[in-house]
């Protein structure tokens, strides 16, 4: 571990979702002098990075992850002498900004495809992927991510196009060299203006199978599964070895690659800091245990021992191989965890969203909180489809209702509680208009309870969700153990408590989570017994321990420090 990269391990990092965040000129829709306003409350908050979802020129078919100009500001957020500002504040404040870097696939606005698609001689037609077609048989049977195959047809060219997302998101061609350096000179334009590293959007699909084979059919999909032909392809380590060669290693920043349908042994090439590719990946492990037949949207509840295994095995098969976990509850494509992982986002919200936090923060790796989290944000239930703004969404709407006929009531608790807009509701800072998000129109129907849930609330009251979160960045700061001990598990078979130890030569943190609202009694491992645990953070009035038992009232959790003598 060298010093230039030496600040992420011990970092906490804040995702904000431009869009919604806060909306300085009262058009409804969030933007960069939004983002400036709200520096002083991310300062207090303790937040180390700050991470924008994409802020470039799109059309937004999907939110900005189509985008048609990389170097220019989409003009809803504002400027490039904005976006400028923002850094420079940021920066003045002692925190460090990222950006989303969107480069398996372009909008279909882009110059680049439009060039592309006039005829086969363009020089620009090889920037993405084609294959010969009469427009009835598709070159495979991969489904897209938003629905239908991920073949377009151009009549004209007798070709079809690859789009792994929207037909409006077509893949870029990373076998073509030209493409990659012209990649490199957009990642060098935003390092040289400052930015301190970038999250890579699906950064696991850029190398695709050449042979492009057919994917599993999945129960209840028209399509296959383009996973097998597209994730952790024959050259995406060359592909990172290069950028990191040409650009990353030129920076002092840091990397985070979303790795969908990444296991351990491939997270591991990735981030293994003597192969020269990424810091850290964000893995899905997690996220698709309360998947059913449908995949994502059901409303399956999630076992407990399963999530332990999963937050078990990476945190082992990371440690042992120079990996660095990213920790994360949620972001803009998943559900609030309140809800999602708390079970009862009502009566227990406050405790269950600190017990969350614990649970996750207390564990080795980078964790990232999602706008809106720090205060215990909700999911929302709109009361129209219409009132759904996510491509993904509707898609699945129309499919549950129309295709798979399961019926009105199943597929809007499903939406309910899991449709990405429930975190891409407008952030909740008042109880007065519009939340304070806005003082126009939102561009997206706020959730109700923000009477209740809200910054100012929270700020007002020492006990909140959010004055929890900045306990749980600062000991991140202030003890050593939480980057470097040793995970150990315990009770990996209880479906209703979370424990696990953080290990170094003299010290042990002693981590509790209980997952339910009923009481629970953890008895505390042989190794402490009779060693006196000092309360390092707690959800409930919790004293120092030398007992053999821990009772944890609902959704309680503590952790304890103990001190080793050495012999």
């Known amino acids: 571990m060298t010093n230039n990269i030496e600040w992420w391990r011990d970092s906490v990092v804040y995702q904000v979702y431009p869009k919604s965040f806060n909306d300085s000129n009262d058009d409804g829709i969030g933007d960069i002098p939004g983002i400036i306003e709200k520096l002083d409350y991310l300062q207090k908050l303790g937040v180390d990075v700050i991470w924008l979802n994409p802020i470039y020129k799109s059309p937004q078919v999907d939110n900005g992850y189509d985008i048609s100009n990389y170097r220019e500001i989409y ?25 989303d870097l969107v480069v398996n696939h372009t909008s279909d606005q882009h110059p680049w495809f439009k060039e592309a698609k006039k005829s086969k001689e363009n020089p620009y037609h090889d920037y993405y992927i084609w294959k010969d077609g009469d427009g009835k048989k598709l070159p495979n049977n991969w489904g ?14 007798g070709q079809y196009y690859l789009h792994l997302f929207a037909k409006q998101q077509p893949d870029l061609n990373w076998e073509n060299p030209k493409v990659r350096q012209d990649v490199y000179d957009i990642m060098r334009f935003w390092l040289n203006k400052g930015v301190d590293g970038f999250r890579m959007d699906v950064i696991s699909l850029l190398s695709k199978d050449p042979s492009y084979p057919d994917g599993p059919v999945i129960q209840n999909k028209a399509y296959g599964s383009y996973y097998k032909g597209a994730a952790n392809g024959p050259k995406i380590h060359d592909y990172l070895q290069e950028m990191n060669k040409e650009v990353l290693s030129k920076y002092d920043i840091v990397t985070v690659g979303e790795t969908p349908h990444t296991g351990i042994e491939d997270a591991v090439k990735y981030t293994d800091s003597k192969r020269h590719e990424l810091n850290m990946v964000f893995h899905f492990d997690h996220m698709h245990l309360d998947y059913d037949e449908n995949g994502k949207f059901s409303t399956k509840r999630f076992k407990l021992s399963e999530l ?7 945190q082992e098969g990371m440690a042992q191989h120079d990996g660095w976990n990213s920790l994360y509850w949620s972001n803009h494509d998943q559900a609030r965890p309140v809800t999602r992982f708390g079970a009862d986002d ?15 923060h207390m564990q080795q790796g980078t964790p990232f909180i999602f706008e809106g989290e720090e205060i215990g944000m909700t999911n929302t239930k709109f009361g129209s489809i219409d009132d759904y703004n996510d491509i993904e969404t509707k898609d699945i709407y129309h499919d549950f209702i129309n295709n798979k006929k399961l019926g009105y009531d199943y597929t809007m608790k499903s939406i309910y509680l899991k449709s990405r807009d429930n975190a891409r509701t407008p952030m909740q800072w008042t109880d007065g208009e519009n939340a304070g998000f806005t003082g126009g129109t939102p561009w997206m129907k706020l959730n109700p309870n923000y009477k209740e849930i809200n910054v100012q609330n929270a700020l007002g009251d020492s006990n909140s969700v959010f004055y929890y979160y900045k306990k749980l960045i600062e000991l991140r700061h202030e003890l050593p153990i ?44 042989k190794t402490l017994k009779g060693k006196e645990g000092q309360v390092v953070i707690s959800n409930f009035d919790s004293k120092a321990t030398n007992d053999d038992k821990i009772e944890l009232p609902p959704y309680g959790a503590v952790v304890y420090l103990y001190k080793l003598k050495k012999e």
């Open 346 to 360: 009502t009566k227990w919200r406050i405790q269950s969203a600190k017990m969350l936090g614990t649970i996750l």
């Open 482 to 525: 939480i980057t470097t001990g040793k995970y150990v598990l315990l009770d990996k078979d209880n479906e209703s408590t979370y424990s696990y130890l953080r290990k170094t030569d003299n010290e042990v943190l002693y981590v509790n989570g209980n997952f339910t609202a009923d009481n629970q009694v953890v008895e505390i491992p």
């Open 75 to 99: 003009s809803k957020f504002g400027t490039m002498d904005d976006f400028e500002k923002l850094l420079s504040e940021t920066h003045k404040r002692h925190m460090r900004l990222i950006l």
């Open 144 to 157: 897209s991510s938003f629905g239908g195959p991920t073949w377009e047809y151009i009549d004209k060219l």
């Open 308 to 314: 332990k295994e999963v937050f078990t095995r990476w």
